[in-house]
């Protein structure tokens, strides 16, 4: 069965500096989507970036970045020069034909962020 | 362009009663999905409707059901409620299909918040 892993219940990170978040994923496909989304307080899931698996260059939008490790099956979000307002829930989601394009989601990392 | 509204932001109900939860996708959408958070379960995808039509469907009882009107609206309905369904329901809608080879991005509403007591 697919499944999403992110190992991470919490972290925090000073503002200004860097947060990593993992994930890891299960899949014997080849091609599929992955997701990183942000849920605020508000509760509004939004989109922070998208990667098709068979792009090798690692997605990248202003702060945020991935580290997309197909082989291990790892999926990390970085976050640079962190700001209030990145405090969230942050999801991992997978997509891919052996989920029958269903979002399969983690658990969550909720991200603190200190000023 | 307004984002996907969701109606009503909050309802509670007791247990055996049903109710309908309403989503309005972006103007131009015309696929729109259902997901059920709850803090023990996580999210978890219910079903798809694209073109009046449910194309996927998740693992979940026939109680839960759902369809959508020619201008893309969707309508969500749970019957004979269970203390269980108490969760955050969220509709996405992206412009086609995302349960089909598509690189399609699905964007959220807001969210309804379920309560059954």
């Known amino acids: 069965a697919q499944t999403v892993t992110q190992s991470q219940p919490e972290m925090s990170v000073q503002e200004a500096e860097t947060v990593t978040l993992s994930c890891t994923y299960d899949t014997s496909e080849s091609d599929y989507y992955l997701f990183w989304y942000k849920q605020p307080p508000s509760r509004q899931m939004i989109l922070v970036i998208r990667q098709e698996a068979y792009k090798q260059q690692n997605a990248t939008e202003n702060r945020f970045s991935v580290n997309f490790q197909k082989a291990a099956k790892s999926f990390s979000l970085k976050i640079s020069d962190s700001q209030l307002g990145d405090a969230a829930m942050y999801f991992c989601a997978y997509r891919s034909p052996d989920s029958n394009y269903q979002l399969i989601w983690g658990a969550g990392t909720k991200l603190i962020i200190k000023p | 362009k307004a984002g996907v509204t969701q109606t009503p932001r909050y309802l509670i109900k007791t247990r055996g009663q049903q109710v309908t939860l309403s989503c309005s996708p972006i103007s131009g959408h015309r696929s729109v999905s259902w997901y059920q958070q709850t803090p023990g379960q996580g999210l978890q995808f219910l079903f798809e409707?694209?073109?009046?039509?449910?194309?996927n469907k998740g693992n979940f009882p026939g109680r839960f059901s759902g369809r959508q009107f020619s201008n893309s609206r969707s309508e969500m309905n749970v019957s004979t409620l269970e203390l269980g369904d108490s969760a955050l329901y969220l509709c996405?809608?992206?412009?086609?299909?995302?349960?089909?080879?598509?690189?399609?991005?699905?964007?959220f509403g807001p969210g309804t918040r379920l309560t059954v007591l």
């Open positions: 409707y694209f073109s009046e039509t449910q194309r």
């Open positions: 996405a809608s992206s412009l086609v299909p995302i349960t089909g080879y598509s690189t399609d991005t699905q964007y």
